[in-house]
């Protein structure tokens, strides 16, 4: 199991940035995949982004392609989702997770067995 704790959300305009932030303990982070998720209100929990453990491999739903990144410090225990570009259809609750035990890659929610406790993200028009 493995601990998470995400930062850096907030209120932000149309066409800004936010990088968020999910630091992590226990199971050893350095050789575990990582992923973004979010849930705006009323929808269903969506795939964001993931890093493989290396951080030398990402990959991205189609609707942030291009204006999110992610990435990863080992040296930190920390994952990063640099968000630009911001959009309101953005705003949502932004989740990091960890998969569970054996997985590799996966956008699928349930694939994973971690997550933080979620942290705003509003963009307004």
């Known amino acids: 199991q493995v601990q998470l704790v995400e930062s850096g959300g907030g209120l932000v305009q149309a066409g800004e940035s936010l990088r968020l932030s999910c630091a992590a303990s226990?199971?050893?982070?350095?050789?575990?995949?990582m992923g973004w998720f979010r849930q705006a209100p009323g929808k269903e929990q969506e795939f964001v982004a993931g890093i493989n453990y290396s951080g030398s491999n990402t990959y991205y739903a189609d609707l942030v392609k291009g204006r999110f990144t992610i990435s990863r410090d080992n040296a930190k225990n920390t994952i990063y989702l640099q968000m630009n570009s911001l959009k309101p259809e953005d705003t949502a609750v932004y989740y990091c997770?960890?998969?569970?035990?054996?997985?590799?890659?996966?956008?699928?929610?349930?694939?994973?067995?971690?997550w933080g406790q979620g942290t705003q993200v509003t963009v307004s028009s």
């Open positions: 226990g199971r050893t982070f350095s050789t575990s995949t």
């Open positions: 997770a960890a998969p569970k035990e054996g997985i590799y890659y996966s956008e699928q929610r349930g694939d994973f067995g971690s």
